[in-house]
C-alpha cells in the first residue's frame, strides 16, 4: 500500500466500521437489550465505534476490528440466539455491504464497457477497496479470539457463556494480533480467504447482471 491508497481506504474504514459496530447495537437493541442505546452505539457517527489499534491495523493490514459494543444478554429472550444473532449481525453486516460494492461496480463496467474518466475511476477504485475492506473485516471478526466476534459465538455454542474465551486471553489477544499483523502472518490465510469471497461476489454479479 502506498499513501495514494489511504484517498480510498480511510473513508471506506470508517464506514465499514461504524457499519459494523452500528449492527452489533442494533441487533442486540431488537433483541430486548437497551445497553447499546444507553451506550450511545447506536449511532453512524464513526467516533462512536473506533478502535485506534484495530483502525490502523484495518488501514494498514485490510483486517482489524472496532470497539466492542457491550451487550447484556440477561435481556435477551433466546439468549443463544441473541448472542449468536448479535455476534454475527457486525460480520454479516460487512458481508452485505461488500456485495453491493462489488455489484454497483458490475453496473458501473456494463454501463461503461471499462472505458471511464477520471471521476468514474476513483468511484470504482473505492468501490473495489471498500469490498475488500469489508470482506478483511467481517472474515477477521470470525476468528474465535476476543475482542472478536468469533469468540462470542464460540463460547456460546460451545461453553455456554459468550465470555468464555474473553476471561481467558482477552488480556493478550490486542498483542497476539498486532504481532500478527506487523509479521504478517495472517496475511496468507487472510488473502485467500478475502479473494475467494470477493471472486464469489463477483461471479455471482455477473450471472444478475449477465455480462
Known amino acids: 500500500m502506498n499513501y495514494y491508497d489511504l484517498v480510498y481506504i480511510v473513508p471506506s474504514a470508517l464506514i465499514a466500521i461504524t457499519a459494523h459496530e452500528f449492527a452489533h447495537?442494533?441487533?442486540?437493541?431488537?433483541?430486548?437489550?437497551?445497553?447499546?442505546?444507553?451506550?450511545?452505539?447506536?449511532?453512524?457517527?464513526?467516533?462512536?465505534?473506533?478502535?485506534?489499534?484495530?483502525?490502523?491495523?484495518?488501514?494498514?493490514?485490510?483486517?482489524?476490528?472496532?470497539?466492542?459494543?457491550?451487550?447484556?444478554?440477561?435481556?435477551?429472550?433466546?439468549?443463544?440466539?441473541?448472542?449468536?444473532?448479535?455476534?454475527?449481525?457486525?460480520?454479516?453486516?460487512?458481508?452485505i455491504l461488500a456485495f453491493i460494492s462489488v455489484f454497483i461496480m458490475g453496473i458501473m463496467y456494463k454501463t461503461t464497457g471499462g472505458r471511464a474518466g477520471y471521476a468514474v475511476v476513483y468511484i470504482y477504485n473505492l468501490l473495489n477497496y471498500f469490498a475488500l475492506l469489508n470482506i478483511g473485516l467481517g472474515v477477521f471478526n470470525l476468528i474465535p479470539v476476543p475482542p472478536l466476534d468469533g469468540s462470542k459465538v464460540f463460547g456460546i455454542l460451545v461453553?455456554?457463556?459468550?465470555?468464555?474465551?474473553?476471561?481467558?486471553?482477552?488480556?493478550?489477544?490486542?498483542i497476539v494480533f498486532l504481532i500478527l499483523a506487523v509479521t504478517g502472518i495472517l496475511s496468507i490465510p487472510m488473502g485467500l480467504a478475502q479473494n475467494g469471497i470477493y471472486w464469489v461476489f463477483y461471479f455471482l454479479v455477473r450471472m444478475i447482471l449477465h455480462f
Open 25 to 95: 447495537g442494533y441487533v442486540s437493541w431488537k433483541m430486548g437489550d437497551p445497553t447499546p442505546k444507553q451506550d450511545g452505539r447506536l449511532s453512524f457517527n464513526p467516533l462512536h465505534h473506533l478502535d485506534i489499534m484495530g483502525t490502523l491495523c484495518l488501514i494498514f493490514f485490510r483486517f482489524g476490528w472496532a470497539k466492542p459494543v457491550r451487550i447484556n444478554a440477561a435481556y435477551y429472550r433466546d439468549r443463544k440466539k441473541g448472542v449468536v444473532c448479535t455476534a454475527l449481525a457486525g460480520p454479516g453486516a460487512n458481508f
Open 159 to 174: 461453553h455456554d457463556d459468550e465470555n468464555y474465551m474473553e476471561r481467558r486471553v482477552s488480556r493478550y489477544g490486542y
